[in-house]
């Protein structure tokens, strides 16, 4: 089964969070983590890493926080998941591995990493705006795409 970790999963829902509350300006760490149950200190640290990658700007001082580096509809949710979790694959043969004992009789590989890349190609089209509209048509098709290659 294809599954995110919990930090991507905590990412994906803060960025979320800071599309659904434009108004707040930056939003802090412990605000996003009591809204949704999520272990503060945990996310404090996502919210940092997403800052190191330029997803997330952050603001210091006693109303600082975080807020999106750019337009919701601009960051795609593969961006977020590679930005926590590094490149994903579905198989260790994906990953460049040199040493696989089947490598000259494999038949797998290339259509698992068209899987792959399909996956991958779900996530890059949706947006953290897709993610707190209501419905969204292009996510939900997205969302089925994925579900029915995971199942």
């Known amino acids: 089964m294809l599954k995110l970790t919990k930090k991507a999963d905590y990412g994906l829902i803060a960025l979320k969070y800071l599309a659904e509350h434009p108004e707040k300006g930056a939003v802090s760490a412990k605000d996003v983590a009591d809204a949704y149950g999520i272990p503060a200190q945990l996310l404090a640290k996502i919210l940092q890493t997403l800052t190191r990658k330029g997803l997330l700007r952050s603001h210091a001082g006693m109303n600082g ?14 961006e977020v998941i590679l930005a926590i979790d590094g490149p994903f694959f579905i198989t260790s043969c994906n990953k460049g591995a040199k040493s696989c004992e089947l490598h000259t009789s494999c038949t ?17 089209s949706i947006s953290i705006q897709d993610l707190a509209e209501k ?12 579900v029915t290659l995971t199942n």
Request: glycine residues 6%; aromatic residues 4%; without cysteine.
């Open 135 to 146: 419905g969204p048509p292009m996510a939900e098709a997205a969302l089925h795409a994925l």
């Open 65 to 78: 926080g975080y807020a999106l580096a750019r337009e919701p509809r601009e960051i795609s949710a593969f």
């Open 108 to 124: 797998i590989k290339e259509p698992l990493a068209r899987v792959n890349e399909t996956i991958a190609g779900v996530l890059k």
